[in-house]
């Protein structure tokens, strides 16, 4: 936990698909100080014609590199979230080529008691974790 989902313009390739989610599993660790398995990412692709990604009047333009992202994850402080945000757009675009303004970020915050990793257990909540 957290949880990444990604959505995507189909197209790239697998490698190009494990950098970015490494990519973007490196800004997680530094950002949210998670252990390095807690990984956990969904990528759906989609017809250019399905994802429809625009400014919010912010004035820039997307590509077909755009990548949306859901993160799903208990609640982080500001500060935390301000920090995934810089070093995810950095990472991605250090390691993928994609610029800044094709990232968009979600994030959706939920309880421990919204999670379990298997067993049809809570591990946050019966102390597993």
Same mark, same amino acid.
């Given at each position: 936990m957290p949880l990444l989902r990604f959505d995507l313009?189909?197209?790239? &390739?697998?490698?190009?698909?494990?950098?970015l989610l490494d990519a973007a599993h490196r800004a997680m660790l530094a950002a949210f100080k998670v252990p390095e398995r807690d990984r956990y990412q969904i990528v759906i692709e989609h017809k250019p014609s399905r994802m429809i990604m625009e400014d919010t009047g912010?004035?820039? +333009?997307?590509?077909?590199? +755009?990548?949306?992202l859901q993160v799903f994850s208990r609640p982080r402080g500001k500060e935390a979230k301000q920090t995934?945000?810089?070093l995810l757009v950095e990472e991605l675009e250090k390691s993928c080529g994609? +610029?800044? &303004?094709?990232?968009?970020i979600s994030m959706v915050?939920?309880?421990?008691?919204?999670?379990?990793?298997g067993l049809g257990?809570?591990?946050?909540?019966e102390?597993?974790?």
């Open positions: 313009i189909e197209g790239r &390739t697998d490698d190009e698909l494990k950098t912010l004035g820039f +333009a997307r590509t077909e590199k +755009a990548v949306l995934f945000y810089r994609i +610029a800044p &303004t094709d990232v968009m915050e939920n309880t421990d008691e919204d999670w379990s990793f257990r809570a591990q946050f909540l102390g597993d974790l």
